[in-house]
Antibody, heavy 112, light 112 residues
């Protein structure tokens, strides 16, 4: 059974960068595309992008394309999502997910 | 992007009665591999979304058979029979057919 474990909560100031990790266990890391999603308070999840760790191919939502980078380290079975130029409306839970499993979520709070 | 439209957005139900949620997509969700990647998720406050149904009508492990999914093409339905207190929360449909996942707005189910 695939499990995804995300890094812990972050508090950031506006204009800075956050980088969240997501480690896959229970199956072969390179067999899965890993998606990242943002869920702001009171709203549904919104897709940010994905990575195919085997090929390194990434795709991003137009809304986030200028500020997000998703990477993968196959030696650690881990993907990373970096979001730059943080602003207050980036305060949200961030999830990594495969087609069958979701991480527990990482709370990012952006506040001066 | 594929737009997913749910209705109703709020659904008060009586314990023991049935509830039904509609989800309509702006494009057909049949993938080139022949599968239809339409999922339903349930989210309780403070928790990650939990997938209940995948590929329109397949129940995830541990999901009771009083929860069912149906539909095809662009019209899909989630039905909850004999509603129990544990069913409260927000339900989302999500399409995974197209590479950019998209979600419905969410339907909040509460007990009358």
């Amino acid at each position: 059974e695939v499990q995804l474990e995300q890094s812990g909560a972050e508090v950031k100031k506006p204009g800075t960068t956050v980088k969240i990790s997501c480690r896959l266990s229970g199956d072969t890391f390179t067999d899965f595309s890993i998606h990242w999603l943002q869920q702001t308070p009171g709203k549904g999840p919104e897709w940010m992008g994905l990575i195919n760790p085997e090929e390194g191919e990434t795709m991003y939502a137009e809304k986030f394309q200028a500020r997000v980078t998703i990477t993968a380290d196959t030696s650690k079975d881990t993907t990373y999502m970096e979001l730059r130029s943080l602003r207050s409306d980036d305060t949200a839970l961030y999830y990594c997910a495969t087609s069958d499993a979701w991480g527990q979520g990482t709370l990012v709070t952006v506040s001066s | 992007d594929v737009v997913m439209t749910q209705s109703p957005l709020s659904l008060p139900v009586t314990l023991g009665q049935s509830a039904s949620i509609s989800c309509k997509s702006s494009q057909r969700l049949v993938h080139s591999d022949g599968n239809t990647y339409l999922n339903w998720f349930h989210q309780r406050p403070g928790q990650s979304p939990r997938r209940l149904i995948y590929q329109v009508s397949k129940r995830d492990s541990g999901v009771p058979d009083r929860i069912s999914g149906s539909g095809s093409g662009t019209d899909f339905t989630l039905k909850i029979s004999r509603v129990e207190a544990e069913d409260v929360g927000v339900y989302y449909c999500m399409q995974g057919t197209h590479w950019s996942w998209t979600f419905g707005q969410g339907t909040k189910v509460e007990i009358k």
